[in-house]
């Protein structure tokens, strides 16, 4: 394995994330000499972007590697270690404009709150530890939900499509970033297909963005919206979220979006190349619509006939019941984040409901979280095959997608992310409970950032943050945001000690 090629490339990440931070660094340059807007953040990007700038080239130009190009363990090392470091660099203008400085917190707690933030922008997961979201400057408001959008669509990615000296290595970059049952390659370059996605992503945020816009939000509201919608990563610039607005149209344009962007992106790409019909084709978009569709109508009936001790209902009407079911199914499903109720106060029934579809999050191939419609729908098939085995033993029942029988590997690998994703979730909750949570709030914390939901249940709820967990659970729930953006191998890859050997 070549350690210099990692560090090479490294460099050229950081490279291209001091260039993103030009355009919060501008943003803040404006307010700052605008007499009328009293913000002061602009040092706080200015020193974030040199330091990215000049290590990114240090390691650029200092290292030189002698292979040519990247191999299997080199690329899962660049994704990994990758996130890792720009999570760590796009903390910076938080911790140099003192965003979460008290007195009373060391160094170490303060970093802890800089980098939460900051890997749960651009893992897309949008549990925050701010209080007040709307103290913030417009500078900081924007590189929050702009993380989002770097993120969403995946980083290494973003340097596939614009580092043409990646070359056909390239393709184990997009693979290990997105390691999915179902990575869809559109051309035969991998650079022209990060290329192709990348597209697909700005003309729909382009197109959500016009839309918010005509809506009753201002052009920087709509933009910072689309970044949180499209990356399905739920940042917002009010406190209280989407309910802020208590817009109808904001409302359905925002489910809308989630929809597509909880869609795999390849199915986007060809519908605009004018196969409309490829979404129906798909297996996996129909179950994803099915799951949707069947959740809502539960939900729904739930909270418009639920009763509380009093007699009395949450909702007036059914059609505002169904406007907030269909809203927070989306949000959660979807992974996005965004709230308009809080969802604590709904009957079991739908907080199970909800709590199950975190598990489920988006299609294969998009930017949604958790564990992926796809693998749900191969366990659901290969458990029927199981059961008609035992009736038709010596019968042939492969498992089929898309009139594609499934290659045996494909399930054995699915079986493991299973197991993995599940053995983690339940460790993960027994250190946070063992850190002083009640159950509750553990188990919510660590799905919400497992699967890069951001708001759970207890005390990370939709109405509350993460800021009163221990510094500790702060490290150890960063790192569940990372195993989820990364879908776990990518990650645990390099804990093995034969991945190290040469």
């Known amino acids: ?35 009328d807007a009293g913000e002061s953040d602009l040092y706080a990007f200015v020193y974030a972007t040199i330091i990215t700038f000049t290590v990114g080239l240090i390691l650029r130009f200092t290292i030189k590697p002698t292979e040519p190009e990247l191999g299997i363990r080199e690329g899962f090392a660049i994704v990994a270690l990758g996130w890792v470091v720009v999570a760590l660099f796009g903390s910076f203008p938080y911790l140099f404009a003192d965003v979460f400085a008290a007195v009373d917190r060391p160094p170490l707690t303060e970093f802890a709150f800089c980098y939460f933030e900051s890997m749960s922008g651009f893992t897309t997961t949008g549990a925050t530890v701010l209080t007040e979201i709307e103290h913030l400057s417009k500078a900081m408001l924007f590189w929050r939900s702009f993380s989002h959008w770097l993120g969403g669509m995946g980083i290494v990615v973003l340097a596939v499509a614009i580092l043409p000296m990646l070359g056909v290595g390239g393709m184990q970059l997009f693979r290990a970033e997105a390691p999915g049952p179902q990575t869809d390659r559109l051309t035969p370059r991998i650079a022209q297909t990060a290329k192709l996605l990348w597209g697909v992503y700005i003309l729909l945020s382009v197109l959500e963005t016009l839309l918010l816009w005509l809506g009753d939000m201002t052009l920087f509201d709509a933009l910072c919206h689309t970044f949180g919608t499209m990356a399905t990563g739920g940042f917002s610039t009010k406190n209280g979220s989407i309910a802020h607005y208590d817009s109808v149209y904001i409302e359905i344009v925002i489910i809308v979006f989630m929809f597509l962007a909880g869609t795999n992106f390849a199915l986007h790409y060809r519908a605009l190349r004018g196969d409309v019909k490829s979404y129906f084709k798909d297996t996996e ?38 406007r907030s079911a269909a809203f927070q199914v989306m949000s959660i499903t979807s992974t996005t984040g965004y709230g308009t109720a809080d969802f604590e106060m709904w009957p079991a029934l739908s907080q199970f409901i909800l709590i199950t579809l975190m598990f489920y999050g988006g299609c294969a191939g998009s930017t949604g979280g958790g564990m992926k419609q796809m693998r749900f729908l191969l366990l659901i098939r290969q458990s029927g095959a199981e059961i008609k ?20 590997e494909v399930l054995t690998h699915v079986l493991g992310f299973f197991f993995f994703f599940i053995g983690i979730f339940a460790i993960v909750t027994c250190i946070m409970a063992t850190l002083g949570l009640d159950l509750i709030t553990a188990a919510g914390c660590t799905i919400a950032t497992m699967g890069n939901i951001g708001p759970g249940l207890g005390d990370v709820g939709p109405i509350d943050n993460y800021a009163h967990i221990p510094t500790a659970g702060k490290f150890i729930l960063t790192f569940c945001m990372l195993l989820g953006r990364l879908e776990i191998y990518t990650v645990l890859i390099l804990f093995s000690p034969n991945y190290w050997k040469t």
């Open 1 to 35: 394995m070549s350690r210099k090629l990692i560090f090479h490339t490294l460099g050229n990440l950081l490279i291209c994330l001091s260039g993103t931070m030009l355009l919060p660094l501008g943003i803040a340059a404006y307010y700052y000499f605008n007499p």
């Open 389 to 408: 085995r035992l009736i038709f033993p010596h019968a042939v029942l492969p498992v089929r997608v898309n009139d594609r029988i499934v290659p045996p």
């Open 285 to 322: 978009f129909r179950f994803y619509c099915v799951v949707i569709l069947v959740t809502i109508t539960l939900v729904s009936w739930n909270i418009a006939t639920f009763k509380h001790g009093d007699g009395q209902v949450p909702y007036d009407s059914v059609g505002d019941a169904i």
